[in-house]
């Protein structure tokens, strides 16, 4: 019988280790809970109307149908039985390993006020998207019948807590929509007028990336009417706003809005783990592992992406899509290598830098030694985020959809979706119907 490869995660991670498998002498079973692989940095353009959800994922089955060493299954994960090697599903099923692959990634971390998600939705998944795009478009729908001010302005507040690039670019996303798509839409009310506030905990937005480009990104956000907060922290968020603490100041701003792009927490597989194996996990419930990315003391299990701790020259390996596929192709190559009964060099990341954008024609770049922004910057992020989008197809989708928005200031997706109309999202009498997608 071939060695049995399990992969538990169709994500970046996931997907690009099953991948470097294809001519490897084993079978391999990719798990997820959904049947698509998804290209999340461009969840935050889903969410605010740019692109279809569609355009951004690809179904695991055609993705890998060529690979004929390699099946997917439909399920959830709930167990990892370390003493038989096997993987218990959410159905009963047991999937046998020899060797697992854990690249199940993260979700949104509240520090410890779980209940804020209702209120603030976090952006890791298509649903999430959706669910965003729904609520921004919804609070202009409402500010359009208001007929009391203080609920007009209260609509068209949206605050996005958390000032890292998934934050910088939805509150640059807005900025867009307010000042740009949608200014000849409405007829009473002036979309422009929005006010749009980024939370962040730093003294700076982006902050670990240089002081010149995070600059460079607040005078962007500027430009599309975005105000920035930082050294502020968040104490509370209600279904009319939230709480801000700067120094010994507590203000409140009411906003119907509030978008959550503060922090993440490890799937929890990271405490199946350590429950079972014993292996440590760290603040944010990453599972620490080996120099190969192997559990210290079960070698058969690899754990890649968001869900696994490294450090490298002193500074932890960051949950960006290039370290998931970096350690996914490693972890492939670990296996590949113990078949073989070869030594293979321990994992060492390759950092090829980071980008944002900040709305039309603008954008920072973080590239080595190369620290930039502008259109440049913005061409950069295009032509790279293209590269690693799986599907030819949906390369060409979206360079088409983009490239119509562009010449048109337009955002073909502005659908309101989900049955808004029967829950606490209805406009009242008088309104359409449900939309049920």
């Known amino acids: 019988m071939k060695h049995q490869v399990?992969?538990?995660?169709?994500?970046?991670?996931?997907?690009?280790?099953?991948?470097?498998?294809?001519?490897?002498?084993?079978?391999?079973?990719?798990?997820?809970?959904?049947?698509?692989?998804?290209?999340?940095?461009?969840?935050?353009?889903?969410?605010?109307g740019g692109l279809s959800p569609g355009e951004i994922a690809s179904p695991l089955r055609y993705v890998l149908n060529r690979q004929k060493n390699t099946k997917v299954i439909l399920g959830e994960a709930v167990d990892i039985r370390v003493a038989d090697r096997s993987v218990l599903l959410k159905d009963g099923a047991l999937v046998p390993y020899d060797t697992l692959i854990v690249a199940t990634g993260a979700t949104h971390h509240y520090f410890g006020h779980p209940e804020w998600a209702a209120f603030a939705p976090g952006l890791k998944t298509i649903e999430d998207a959706t669910e965003i795009r729904t609520r921004i478009l919804l609070a202009f729908e409402r500010a359009e019948k208001d007929t009391n001010p203080a609920d007009r302005r209260a609509n068209l507040t949206f605050v996005v807590v958390g000032g890292?690039?998934?934050?910088?670019?939805?509150?640059?996303?807005?900025?867009?929509?307010?000042?740009?798509?949608?200014?000849?839409?409405?007829?009473?009310?002036?979309?422009?007028?929005?006010?749009?506030?980024?939370?962040?905990?730093?003294?700076?937005?982006?902050?670990?990336?240089?002081?010149?480009?995070?600059?460079?990104?607040?005078?962007?956000?500027?430009?599309?009417?975005?105000q920035t907060r930082t050294n502020t922290r968040v104490t509370g968020i209600d279904g009319d706003g939230v709480i801000l603490q700067f120094g010994e100041t507590s203000t409140r701003i009411s906003a119907k809005t509030v978008l959550w792009a503060a922090g993440v927490q490890a799937s929890p597989l990271g405490t199946i783990l350590s429950r079972n194996t014993g292996v440590q996990l760290d603040r944010a419930g990453r599972v620490l592992v080996e120099p190969d990315l192997s559990l210290p003391g079960h070698p058969e299990i690899l754990v890649v992406g968001d869900l696994a701790s490294i450090t490298q020259d002193g500074k932890p390996v960051p949950g960006v899509a290039p370290a998931a596929i970096q350690q996914g192709r490693h972890a492939a190559a670990v296996v590949e290598a113990r078949l073989r009964n070869r030594k293979l060099k321990p994992f060492h990341y390759l950092d090829k830098g980071s980008l944002a954008t900040i709305g039309r024609n603008h954008a920072v770049a973080d590239i080595g030694p190369l620290h930039f922004s502008g259109k440049i910057a913005w061409l950069a992020w295009l032509f790279i985020h293209l590269l690693y989008i799986v599907e030819f197809e949906n390369r060409l989708l979206i360079v088409v959809q983009w490239a119509y928005d562009y010449f048109t200031h337009n955002r073909g997706a502005r659908l309101i979706t989900g049955d808004w109309a029967s829950s606490d999202e209805a406009l009242g009498p008088g309104s359409a119907g449900s939309n049920k997608t």
């Not at 079973?29 to 290209?39: G, Q």
């Not at 998934?166 to 929509?177: D, K, N, Q, Y």
């Not at 905990?201 to 982006?206: P, Q, W």
């Open 164 to 226: 890292g690039p998934t934050g910088v670019e939805l509150a640059g996303a807005l900025g867009e929509i307010s000042r740009d798509t949608l200014r000849k839409d409405f007829r009473s009310i002036n979309p422009a007028e929005a006010n749009i506030f980024l939370i962040e905990g730093e003294s700076r937005v982006l902050p670990p990336w240089p002081p010149a480009l995070s600059k460079a990104a607040v005078n962007s956000l500027i430009r599309l009417g975005v």
């Open 6 to 48: 399990v992969i538990l995660g169709g994500g970046f991670g996931g997907l690009y280790a099953a991948q470097s498998l294809k001519n490897t002498d084993a079978d391999i079973t990719v798990i997820d809970r959904r049947n698509f692989h998804l290209f999340q940095p461009l969840l935050y353009q889903v969410a605010t």
